[in-house]
Structures are given as structure tokens and as C-alpha cells.
């Protein structure tokens, strides 16, 4: 079987094969596929979102597609980013970890203290047959006060994993894997199948 990720994010992709192996058969990128779409993630929560890339990517292929949305969601932020996370600031990761930091600031000076956090995943695999299976995954941990770590993506610098005792930035990708959001919605999804 050949499956489209319905992504441009080359770290995302490098995960999704890291982590499913041959499970699904043959993926192919969207590049790979010749595919030229971003379709736009307007939905309310992950699953909306992973549900509206994989629909658009499998219309347009005819071929199954699998997506994925995920965030990053802090407790004294009443969930925020969320659904907008690779959209906080406007920016790059860069930006988007310096604005996270900078309301946690002001959420502590108003007397919050929670730093708690986690990263939220949902999987969405869409067949030309109009089957569609999602699943979910979720990762535990807190917001360090500064980034620490070389390694990940977007804001696995500040988020410190309860799991690893580390930072995902400081993991390296086995270990991330194993406890990752996106990790654990891939294989749900996987046992679903």
C-alpha cells in the first residue's frame, strides 16, 4: 500500500517514518507525490485539524493519507497554544518558545505558578474509500524557565519530559519516540488497523 503524509514538515515526516516503520507500507511526502497543497487547519481541536489535511490530501491523490495536528497545550495558559501552536507568535519556533515564555512571565507575576504541560497528537488516516480511522496521543511534563537541548523541533527545548527526566531537545530520537505524543498516536493508530 502506498500512503501520502499529508504534511510539509520534514521533521514531522522523519518521525511518522521513524516511528511506523513499514507499518503502513510505502510513504511517500508530498513532494514525493508531486502534491503542491497546504490545506488550511481551521478546525477547533487536533483531530478537525488532522481530519481536514488527510480528507484534502487523499481528494487529491486518490491515494490513502495520513496526517497528523499537534500541540503544545500549558495549564497556566488555559491550554494555549493548542491548535495554534506552530501559529503562536506569528513566527518560527523561535519566536513562538520566546512568547511562551514571556506569558508564563506574566501569568507568575498574576501569581500563577503552574508550569505544567503536555503535547497532544491526533492521527488521521483517510482511505479513497471514504474510510476514516484517528487516533489519539498524549505526553506529560512541565515548561522550563529557558530552552535547554540541541536536538527535536518546535518547542521540545522547553518542554521537560516527566518520563525521561530531560528536556525532548536533550532526548534523542529513540528515546523521544518512545514517549512521544505523536509516538503514541501513531501506534494506537497502528493497533487500530
Known sequence: MKVILATNNSHKVKEIREILGKALGETLTLEEAGVHADPEENGATFEENALIKAREICRLTSLPALSDDSGLCVDALDGA?????????????????????????????????????????????????????????????????????????????VFFSTELGKTFAQADEEEKNSVSHRGRALRALEEKL
Open 81 to 157: 497554544p493548542g491548535v495554534r501552536s506552530a501559529r503562536y507568535s506569528g513566527g518560527g519556533s523561535e519566536e513562538n518558545i520566546a512568547l511562551l515564555l514571556e506569558n508564563l512571565r506574566k501569568a507568575e507575576e498574576r501569581g500563577e505558578r503552574d508550569r505544567t504541560a503536555h503535547f497532544s497528537c491526533a492521527v488521521a488516516l483517510v482511505f479513497p474509500d471514504g474510510r476514516e480511522i484517528t487516533a489519539e496521543g498524549r505526553t506529560y511534563g512541565y515548561i522550563t524557565d529557558r530552552p535547554m537541548g540541541e536536538s527535536g523541533f518546535g518547542y521540545d527545548p
